[in-house]
T-cell receptor, first 114, second 110 residues
Framework: GENVEQHPSTLSVQEGDSAVIKCTYSDSASNYFPWYKQELGKGPQLIIDIRSNVGEKKDQRIAVTLNKTAKHFSLHITETQPEDSAVYFCAASRLSGGYNKLIFGAGTRLAVHP | DSGVTQTPKHLITATGQRVTLRCSPRSGDLSVYWYQQSLDQGLQFLIQYYNGEERAKGNILERFSAQQFPDLHSELNLSSLELGDSALYFC?????????FGPGTRLTVL
């Protein structure tokens, strides 16, 4: 069935360092890959997304890369700040005719230490 | 603030009871999605509605049902509640691909 694996489950970095979170998806028909950040007591917030016709996308300190052949996608956060501390979720979806069922990874708890 | 609202924020009830969770999507969004977040299962897709009609279904239990009304708000009904139904329930809405999540309803079944 559809599955998304996410690693690592926890990540601890020093402020200013980079953080990388990796995901693997099983459904080769997946074509949409969003990343969400969830802070304590809040709902998931979209931080960046990528579609299968693009290999890389960047937004300031955040970048996402996609390798369709290997069915891998990764989130890269540079120059981390304490406010980046949160749980990050990757997800995959097969967009088609308004159908948009997100399959989420298990999440990565990122701690950025000052 | 995503623009998606959910009520109530917290709900405490007993096993065997029935509850209704409510979601108002962002203005103009036709799709509404429901997700369950628990410690052991993570974020699980339950169901999607588009303009009043069911569009996609996940691993939603038969004890759970949802609907989307003409004004596009949605309700998730959970019945014959069990201890294992305790979780955060999120609603999301979208107009195209991007799903925007509400703040969630925390359900505790005692």
């Amino acid at each position: 069935g559809e599955n998304v694996e996410q690693h690592p489950s926890t990540l601890s970095v020093q402020e200013g360092d980079s953080a990388v979170i990796k995901c693997t998806y099983s459904d080769s028909a997946s074509n949409y890959f969003p990343w969400y950040k969830q802070e304590l007591g809040k709902g998931p917030q979209l931080i960046i997304d990528i579609r299968s016709n693009v290999g890389e996308k960047k937004d300031q300190r955040i970048a996402v890369t996609l390798n369709k052949t290997a069915k891998h996608f990764s989130l890269h956060i540079t120059e981390t700040q304490p406010e980046d501390s949160a749980v990050y979720f990757c997800a995959a979806s097969r967009l088609s005719g308004g159908y948009n069922k997100l399959i989420f990874g298990a999440g990565t708890r990122l701690a950025v230490h000052p | 603030d995503s623009g998606v609202t959910q009520t109530p924020k917290h709900l405490i009830t007993a096993t065997g009871q029935r509850v209704t969770l409510r979601c108002s999507p962002r203005s103009g969004d036709l799709s509404v999605y429901w997700y369950q977040q628990s410690l052991d299962q993570g974020l699980q897709f339950l169901i999607q509605y588009y303009n009043g009609e069911e569009r996609a279904k996940g691993n939603i239990l038969e004890r759970f049902s949802a609907q989307q009304f003409p004004d596009l708000h949605s309700e998730l009904n959970l019945s014959s509640l069990e201890l294992g139904d305790s979780a955060l329930y999120f609603c999301a809405s979208s107009v195209e691909d991007t799903q925007y999540f509400g703040p969630g309803t925390r359900l505790t079944v005692l």
